[in-house]
Structures are given as structure tokens and as C-alpha cells.
T-cell receptor, first 116, second 115 residues
Framework: AQTVTQSQPEMSVQEAETVTLSCTYDTSESDYYLFWYKQPPSRQMILVIRQEAYKQQNATENRFSVNFQKAAKSFSLKISDSQLGDAAMYFCAYSMGGTSYGKLTFGQGTILTVHP | DTEVTQTPKHLVMGMTNKKSLKCEQHMGHRAMYWYKQKAKKPPELMFVYSYEKLSINESVPSRFSPECPNSSLLNLHLHALQPEDSALYLC??????????????FGPGTRLTVL
């Protein structure tokens, strides 16, 4: 079974600084996807970034980027120029490919606090 | 319309009540999901519908009954719930594309309290 591990229950960062959230996963599949989701205290889960396992290039979305190390099964999220609105619970998630829907396996989450 | 909507936002019910949660999306997504989420925990998958057919039931108790009347609508019927069923119930949808799995898109959730 696939597992996703987020080893940092809580992280904090100063506004305008950079923070990196860690995620490791375990799978024997070659076709899969990885995601970072953000859930602010208002609770709606938002998709932040997506990575396909086949793609060597790390995904980026504005201030959010990932460091995808396939051999190490590591998928960290870097948030640059942190803003107060980045404060949220962040979930790393894995989905196997090859189906008409995607079943997500979530990590336990990391609570990010942003200090002004 | 690029969002998933859920109603109601909050629901309080007794253990003998029957109620329903509703989820709607008009993005043409053909997979829809129900999750249960406890505070500061990841969502737990309950059901997956793919092309209006139940594809996954994660051994959910029968007091939760899903229904997918059409490709845009997903319901969760609740009956004889227990206090431990109190949680945030999230709905999500995902598109089926030739470009691979794009991820799930979540609604704002229904906060359920069972007294």
C-alpha cells in the first residue's frame, strides 16, 4: 500500500521569508501523481501544485515550487516570499495513475504559521 | 462555473434524524468523492463515484448512504448517526482527461454535529 509521510507537524516562517515543507512517500508504482493541498482555517481545501512522476522538471506555481526527488521518493514544497495568507494546514497527497478517477492518499499534514 | 458547492454549510442533527448533504459541480467532472475530516487530520475517503457509478466504498457504515442522481450532483443521506460521526464532510470532483489525473477539487464542506 502507498503511504505518505509528513514529518513536520508544525512549521513557522516570517513574512517575506522562504519555508520548505517536507513529504516522503512509498510506492512501487511507476505511474503516479503527487500534490500539495492547502487548507486555510476557513477550511476549503485548495490544490496548490501537481507533479507527474514521469516529468523530471519540478513543478512551479508562482511562489510555490516543489523539489521532486523520484529516487529518494521525496516531494518537498517551497514557499517563497511567504505571506500571511499562506498560513494553513498543508497536505501532501499521492495518487496512482491509470484509472478514470484518482484516489488520494494524504499525509498527516503540516500546520504552517506565518509571523508578521 | 469552476467550483464545487456544498449545502448546507452547517447541520445539527439528533441520532434519530434523517438528513441529506448535497454537493454540486458544473465543471463536467465525471468523478465525485465524499470525505470525512476530523479536526487537524487529513480527509478520509468514504465513497467514489465514477461516471455516476459507485466505484469505491471504503467500508463505510450503512448509516451513510451515497447517491449520484446525475453527473453534476452527489448526495449523502444520513440516518441514525452517532456523535462520533460529527465532522467536516467534504465533497470533491475530478475531471477525466487524456492528459492524466489533474487532481481533485474540493467544496467548502458541511460541518456536521450529531447530538
Amino acid at each position: 500500500a502507498q503511504t505518505v509521510t509528513q514529518s513536520q507537524p508544525e512549521m513557522s516562517v516570517q513574512e517575506a521569508e522562504t519555508v520548505t515543507l517536507s513529504c516522503t512517500y512509498d510506492t512501487s508504482e511507476s505511474d503516479y501523481y503527487l500534490f500539495w493541498y492547502k487548507q486555510p482555517p476557513s477550511r476549503q481545501m485548495i490544490l496548490v501544485i501537481r507533479q507527474e512522476a514521469y516529468k523530471q522538471q519540478n513543478a512551479t506555481e508562482n511562489r510555490f515550487s516543489v523539489n521532486f526527488q523520484k529516487a529518494a521518493k521525496s516531494f518537498s514544497l517551497k514557499i517563497s516570499d511567504s505571506q500571511l495568507g499562506d498560513a494553513a494546514m498543508y497536505f501532501c497527497a499521492y495518487s496512482m495513475g491509470g484509472t478514470s478517477y484518482g484516489k488520494l492518499t494524504f499525509g498527516q499534514g503540516t500546520i504552517l504559521t506565518v509571523h508578521p | 462555473d469552476t467550483e464545487v458547492t456544498q449545502t448546507p454549510k452547517h447541520l445539527v442533527m439528533g441520532m434519530t434524524n434523517k438528513k441529506s448533504l448535497k454537493c454540486e459541480q458544473h465543471m463536467g467532472h465525471r468523478a465525485m468523492y465524499w470525505y470525512k475530516q476530523k479536526a487537524k487530520k487529513p480527509p478520509e475517503l468514504m465513497f467514489v463515484y465514477s461516471y455516476e457509478k459507485l466505484s469505491i466504498n471504503e467500508s463505510v457504515p450503512s448509516r451513510f448512504s451515497p447517491e449520484c442522481p446525475n453527473s453534476s450532483l452527489l448526495n449523502l443521506h444520513l440516518h441514525a448517526l452517532q456523535p462520533e460521526d460529527s465532522a467536516l464532510y467534504l465533497c470533491a470532483s475530478s475531471p477525466h482527461t487524456s492528459g492524466g489525473f489533474l487532481g481533485q477539487f474540493f467544496g467548502p464542506g458541511t460541518r456536521l454535529t450529531v447530538l
